[in-house]
């Protein structure tokens, strides 16, 4: 039996781990200063983040269609696949999963749809590791997937807390901050809920408290250094990572710039991790 992965563009997987594997991706839109983009389409992310400071309206999110959800389960089933598993963002945070979930519903007992309850790397690392055990099938499939998402740890420190407070999307744990535009607020998110963990004032201590939260978590299996823009910052901490603790973190270490339908939220200049622990 044939299983199809499926994810969309939140997942921040690297175009050559998608062609690796045959992952799918839908994109998602991006609306700036009155013109819509598809996700990955039209603008870079450096563009696209170099731009984001100066701009007078704040730019808006959307997920593509149904139709293009079914498009694209459609010409899988086509091709050949027998089961498809569609992983995506979390439904809490965004209309995404609702929206695969509603195109399933015209491919019955063929599509199945899970809410990774993550973005970014901490969605893309349960899609790669659904990818890797589909030709076991999707039982199998779906077990690396839950086994991923247990030892999952994803974690940002915000450079600001203007874009998040702009988005309309303040979560519980950070309205406490209030007004309090100039601190720095360390984020975690997990199954969905973005909880925040500390606030700091100056980059300095933000990145010393991103690398403490990252070594409490042992030997890793996967790791992904996320930034908004950031990639002096994030190389700088990816190198820190290595050389404080080299043999708890895998080889193959993702360095990546965070999609723009996510930073539109959290804003330029941030610093992040996705961790998969070994155990």
């Not at 400071?53 to 459609?74: C, K, V």
């Not at 010409?75 to 963002?89: C, E, K, P, Y």
């Not at 439904?91 to 491919?107: D, K, P």
């Not at 933000?206 to 070594?215: H, T």
Request: hydrophobic letters at 45%.
């Amino acid at each position: 039996m044939t299983l199809g992965i499926v994810t969309d563009s939140t997942c921040d997987i690297p175009s050559w781990l998608l062609e690796e594997y045959g992952i799918e991706v839908i994109p998602s839109v991006l609306i700036m200063d009155g013109v819509e983009y598809v996700d990955g389409e039209g603008m870079t992310r450096d563009e696209f983040y170099a731009r984001l400071p100066r701009l007078q309206t704040s730019p808006t999110t959307a997920a593509a269609s149904i139709g293009e959800f079914t498009a694209r389960y459609d010409a899988l089933l086509t091709r050949g696949v027998d089961q498809i598993l569609s992983i995506h963002a979390p439904e809490v945070l965004t209309s995404i999963f609702n929206t695969a979930r509603q195109a399933a519903q015209a491919f019955p007992g063929k599509v199945t749809c899970v809410d990774s309850g993550s973005l970014s790397l901490g969605l893309g690392f349960q899609v790669l590791a659904a990818a890797e055990a589909a030709d076991l099938g999707q039982p199998a499939a779906l077990d690396a997937l839950e086994s991923t998402h247990r030892r999952l740890r994803v974690s940002a420190a915000l450079d600001t807390m203007e874009y998040v407070k702009r988005s309309g999307r303040v979560p519980g744990a950070l309205a406490t901050l209030g007004g309090l535009l100039s601190i720095k607020p360390l984020i975690e998110l997990s199954d969905g809920q973005v909880k925040a963990i500390a606030a700091v004032r100056t980059t300095r201590q933000a990145d010393e408290r991103m690398l403490n939260f990252l070594l409490e978590g042992g030997s890793l299996e996967r790791l992904a250094i996320l930034h908004t823009g950031a990639e002096t910052r994030a190389r700088n901490f990816l190198n820190t990572v290595i050389q404080k603790v080299s043999r708890s973190v895998p080889r193959d270490i993702l360095l990546v710039n965070v999609t723009t339908v996510i930073g539109t939220h959290v804003g330029p200049n941030g610093l992040g991790f996705a961790a998969v622990r070994a155990t």
